[in-house]
């Protein structure tokens, strides 16, 4: 069965905002739950969140959902410590996965069916990345084939999968995402965000 999984990402310390953003409130519920309960509406299997600051916080907020929860210990180090954690764990849950969506938590605009495309445009496409662009650049939510399993283990740092997207652009496909380009680092972020 072709199977498609997801990582979402949700280890930052929120730093500028002052207070985790995975669990900021947004159209009835959190952001986090925002983003999990659309990879399970999209059907995307495992659903992996990453955690690391606030990592007790979010295990509660998703303690009812059917998601596999997996504290990056190294999370300080950035976001490419947290797809190496998520890729190691998915091979050990779903070693026969065909290919996994990256996304993180402050992506409000994400829904099921965006993630749905993301999956369609790569069997109608072929290639074996597809990103999101928005806003002049590539970026999450992106889906990489199993054949850069490897490449996103070798990820180090603050590296994210930008820089795999950078190499790998021959590969690659976009769908456009006119709402990508919100995310949430500041204050006046989640303002304009809610009174939008």
């Known amino acids: 069965m072709h199977k498609t999984a997801i990582l979402i990402l949700a280890a930052g310390s929120s730093s500028r905002l002052g207070r985790p953003k995975q669990l900021l409130s947004y159209s009835g519920k959190t952001l986090i739950c925002n983003i999990v309960d659309a990879a399970i509406a999209a059907e995307l299997s495992p659903v992996i969140v990453i955690t ?18 997996v504290f990056n210990e190294n999370w300080p ?35 099921s069916d965006f993630l749905s495309n993301l999956v369609a445009l790569k069997n109608k496409s072929k290639k074996t990345i597809v990103s999101s662009s928005y806003a002049e650049t590539f970026g999450t939510p992106v889906l990489f084939d199993k054949k850069h399993f490897e490449a996103l283990l070798s990820l180090k740092g603050n590296e994210g999968a930008k820089k795999l997207l950078g190499l790998l ?13 919100w995310d949430i680092d500041t204050e006046a972020d989640y303002t304009k965000l809610i009174n939008d």
């Open 52 to 69: 690391g600051s606030s990592a007790e916080e979010v295990s509660l907020e998703l303690a009812e959902n059917n998601v596999e929860i």
């Open 77 to 111: 180090d950035g976001m490419g410590s947290g797809i190496v954690t998520g890729i190691k764990k998915l091979l050990q849950l779903s070693p026969d996965t065909a290919e996994v969506i990256i996304a993180v938590c402050d992506q409000p605009f994400v829904t």
């Open 169 to 181: 652009k021959d590969e690659m496909i976009s769908l456009p995402f006119k709402k990508g380009s």
